[in-house]
């Protein structure tokens, strides 16, 4: 019993560390922000839309892919951040990768939305 209730009290902890880095996106960077009202609409228009079951999830899905994408790009900006200040061509190239990890991430889930609505208006 004693390993059950340690388990439970991990994931608790990592509930709540979870939690407090999405709240902290939230209230501090306007991209997340951006993303997460981007990807309201989609679910909206996912769950009103007659889309399979497939469809459906694969939509929901790519838009939490784009925020966990925004979420390590939040990271590696905090991290380039508070190891320094200053302007450095690799810092650059860090946080350039992580908007690209977005941007990516992004593409995906537009293009998964071009093949349902394709479906849709040709199907």
Not at 6 to 20: G, H, K, M, T, V
Not at 112 to 122: F, I, K, N, Q, S
Request: aromatic fraction near 12%; charged fraction near 15%; glycine fraction near 8%.
């Amino acid at each position: 019993m004693k390993s059950i209730a340690a388990f439970f009290a991990r994931l608790r902890l990592r509930f709540i560390w979870s939690w407090n880095g999405v709240r902290d996106a939230w209230v501090e960077q306007h991209s997340f922000r951006s993303w997460v009202w981007a990807n309201a609409v989609s679910a909206a228009l996912a769950l009103a839309l007659p889309l399979t079951g497939g469809e459906r999830a694969l939509i929901l899905a790519l838009g939490v892919l784009v925020l966990a994408a925004e979420a390590f790009n939040t990271a590696i900006e905090y991290t380039v951040d508070y190891i320094s200040t200053e302007r450095h061509p690799l810092a650059g190239r860090a946080k350039d990768a992580g908007s690209a990890g977005v941007f990516l991430s992004a593409i995906a889930a537009g293009v998964a939305w071009l093949a349902v609505l394709t479906r849709l208006w040709l199907g």
